[in-house]
């Protein structure tokens, strides 16, 4: 009991959190909740690709990207009334079938702690929620092992991730 | 002159097909016309997937995956006032930067004739001309080859292809 007091009940849900209704996700020290909200601010979001090393991009594209994807997932550390996004993902969908999940980003300060794993699990909940039942994505070499451990199967059945290049 | 008056000037483009802005596809002896009309007969479409030998799916799910595809493809065959789906392909998007081309199906009467090339070839162009640059797809075994000829990559830089499984 006094474990879980230590780690839960001391902590208020913070105010923009319930606004957004964000999740709290259980199992970290840090209060880390889980968005689905599309409205992310852009910049912040940009300084978190930049953060992990990806080329720019232009806002707009990204605002059209967002809008047009099934699900845009983010996480984010709350201290007090400050808020930071630490992690995101989204996911394309023909809202039937399949999902393709692109742009899995953790903030580099807040690696190595689970959170990559979490959001993952989170945006698998969510589509699977919308009833779709195959999920695909695209793995760079060093993350093939990262995601075969939630479940990711590479090349199932011979089937290979192809790329169309001009 | 003689050759292609004799493979084009005599047929009339069909009213069904100038009503639907279809476009001739050149090439071919037989009047095939390229179509981005989300509005498919799901029967006719179940027909096609049928005789390719794909399990059957509910049509509703067919009727929503369609809507929020980004594009539709399809190729009819045309003779005289009679009208065939013969090829069926679609993509679903972020409309921003990515796309991916599911359900990539030729009828069995039609196929070695290269109405799948040119099925990839509209699809691809389609996608271009809505500016997305990275055009992927999921590949069976079988096709690698088929899909490398037409400029895609398989696992580049060794990017690997994943799913997810229940």
Redesign the interface.
């Known amino acids: 009991m006094v474990f879980w007091k230590s780690l839960f009940s001391t902590t208020e849900v913070p105010e923009a959190a319930k606004k957004a209704k964000m999740r709290r996700l259980v199992g970290f020290a840090e209060q880390i909740y889980f968005s689905t909200d599309k409205n992310i601010d852009l910049y912040e979001l940009e300084e978190l690709c930049d953060a992990v090393g990806w080329s720019r991009?232009p806002i707009a594209?990204?605002r059209?990207?967002?809008?047009?994807?099934?699900v845009v997932g983010s996480l984010w550390y709350f201290r007090g009334s400050f808020q930071r996004l630490v992690g995101f993902a989204?996911a394309?969908?023909?809202?039937?079938?399949?999902a393709?999940i692109?742009d899995v980003a953790v903030h580099p300060e807040f690696q190595n702690k689970g959170l990559g794993k979490a959001l993952m699990l989170e945006m698998?909940a969510e589509l699977r929620r919308a009833e779709i039942?195959?999920?695909?994505?695209?793995?760079?070499?060093h993350v093939?092992e990262f995601?075969?451990r939630?479940?990711?199967?590479?090349?199932?059945?011979?089937?290979?991730?192809?790329?169309?290049?001009?």
Chains 1, 2 share one sequence.
């Not at 039942?133 to 070499?141: E, K, V």
């Not at 939630?150 to 001009?166: A, T």
Request: charged residues 20%.
């Open positions: 991009r594209k990204v059209k990207a967002l809008h047009y994807s099934f989204r394309t969908s023909d809202h039937a079938f399949n393709t692109w698998i039942s195959n999920i695909s994505l695209f793995a760079d070499a093939v995601y075969r939630l479940g990711f199967n590479p090349d199932p059945e011979g089937i290979k991730g192809m790329f169309w290049y001009n």
